[in-house]
């Protein structure tokens, strides 16, 4: 392998985006360090140094001024527990991020930041597709958390010169192709609890009927993670060689309603038991990309988001 010449250091690296987008760098030939505050060894495999600690530590903060580049995964994400328990998010998701960007962010040579942010941060738009520079309007704490951490970026890249992308997924799924990395188990995504109920043999439980779509359930954009990892490496060479900080939108412009994932994946594992449930707290009825900007500036085209290529992978990781 040639000598490392791009350092980076991802936060939450160890998680189910973190660990892929830190394989997605090893492959080209970044020196990788990750630092999260779990341990799980099958996602250290493509880490050359390790920080077992909070992103927000004096080791982390530490270590993020010696790199080129800074993929912020960290994070708490659940739309229905920041709801009930928001204090958790906005301490996690945008307290400790601002302890961590303000130790460096007054450095003359200061690292590219790409920030992972989330759709969640448009609500309940109501436009057909999503642009960036459609109104935000969160309906989750969640949701304001990841957008108060992209308007300080927004602002520091004013104010201190920082480089910063936040990419704003819509909905992340699947598995590494090789079927080394996948998501860890409980996961709350529709894609992995419809997965997870046919291999345990449980109830899968779909949470709302009654939205304004043409089925009533839910309608989401899904983005394979392996193309989410693929366009953090374009957003760090993008930023490195000169381009504009932005946000930008992560997805396929297609939607899939529940009822239809559920379809999808039923077709590749066979039947599962579903029961009916109320819907969940804050969630918006339609989340659909547009995603221009990543393709014409990025030139990130997803290659595996396809509803087979999620439901296959994804089903190989649990079953392998």
């Not at 998701?93 to 450095?107: D, G, P, T």
């Not at 480089?163 to 996961?187: H, M, T, W």
């Not at 392996?226 to 297609?254: C, F």
């Amino acid at each position: 392998m040639k000598k490392s010449t791009k350092r980076v250091l991802i936060t939450g690296g160890t998680g189910y985006i973190g660990s892929h987008v830190a394989k997605y760098l090893k492959l080209q030939d970044y020196h990788v360090a990750v630092v999260d505050n779990i341990r799980r060894r099958h996602t250290e495999k493509y880490a050359d140094h390790l920080i077992i600690n909070d992103f927000a530590s004096e080791e982390s903060i530490a270590y993020a001024k010696t790199v080129d580049a800074i993929v912020h995964c960290a994070g708490t994400s659940l739309v229905g527990p920041s709801v009930q328990k928001p204090a958790i998010y906005y301490n996690n998701n945008v307290a400790k991020s601002i302890a961590f960007f303000n130790s460096f962010v007054l450095k003359h040579k200061k690292p590219a930041v790409v920030f992972s942010s989330s759709a969640s941060v448009y609500g309940n738009s109501g436009f057909p597709t999503i642009s960036e520079t459609d109104p935000t309007c969160p309906n989750n704490p969640y949701g304001w958390s990841k957008l108060a951490v992209d308007q300080m970026l927004q602002d520091y890249v004013t104010a201190y010169n920082l480089k910063a992308i936040s990419l704003r997924y819509f909905n992340a799924c699947g598995a590494d192709v090789d079927s080394e990395l996948g998501q860890e188990p409980n996961a709350t995504h529709i894609v992995a609890r419809l997965l997870e109920a046919k291999l345990n043999n449980t109830q899968f439980t779909l949470y709302g009927t009654d939205f304004q779509t043409d089925d009533g359930t839910c309608v989401r954009d899904y983005v394979h993670v392996w193309d989410l990892a693929k366009a953090h490496y374009l957003a760090i060479e993008y930023l490195l060689a000169g381009g504009e900080s932005m946000p930008m939108n992560l997805g396929t412009n297609v939607g899939i309603s529940n009822r239809e994932m559920l379809g999808a994946a039923e077709k590749h594992v066979g039947s599962i038991e579903v029961v009916y449930g109320d819907r969940r707290d804050g969630d918006p009825a339609r989340l659909i990309a547009h995603t221009d900007r990543a393709s014409k500036l990025l030139h990130w085209t997803p290659e595996f988001s396809d509803v087979d290529t999620i439901i296959k992978t994804a089903w190989k990781w649990y079953t392998k």
